[in-house]
């Protein structure tokens, strides 16, 4: 069973950074795709990034206008979101979720989330 916990959340100021991190156990990390999601209250669930295992393909929502770097250490089980110039629409909670299939689509599974609150 893999299990993903997200930590690295937090309340910042506009303009501010942050630096999630979501660690890995239970399966084969290194040959997953991985991603971020997040979900602002009242809104559905968002993409926000995701790298393939390798690290040979990124992809973004187009709305972050290169504000966000996602990145991954296999060797940890660990993938980052590294948020830059953050505002408070950017206020949600940031899923991490993991692609056995490394298709960039088969989201299978979800850690429980990190709350990221910006206040303006």
């Known amino acids: 069973q893999v299990q993903l916990v997200e930590s690295g959340g937090g309340l910042v100021q506009a303009g501010g950074s942050l630096r999630l991190s979501c660690a890995a156990s239970g399966g084969t990390f290194s040959s997953y795709a991985m991603g971020w999601f997040r979900q602002a209250p009242g809104k559905e669930r968002e993409f926000v990034a995701a790298i393939s295992w390798s690290g040979h393909w990124m992809r973004y929502g187009d709305y972050l206008k290169g504000r966000f770097t996602i990145s991954r250490d296999n060797a940890k089980n660990t993938v980052y979101l590294q948020m830059n110039s953050l505002t408070p629409e950017d206020t949600a909670v940031y899923y991490c979720?993991?692609?056995?299939?490394?298709?960039?689509?088969?989201?299978?599974?979800w850690g429980q989330g990190t709350q990221v609150t910006v206040s303006s």
């Open positions: 979720a993991a692609d056995p299939r490394n298709s960039g689509s088969d989201w299978r599974y």
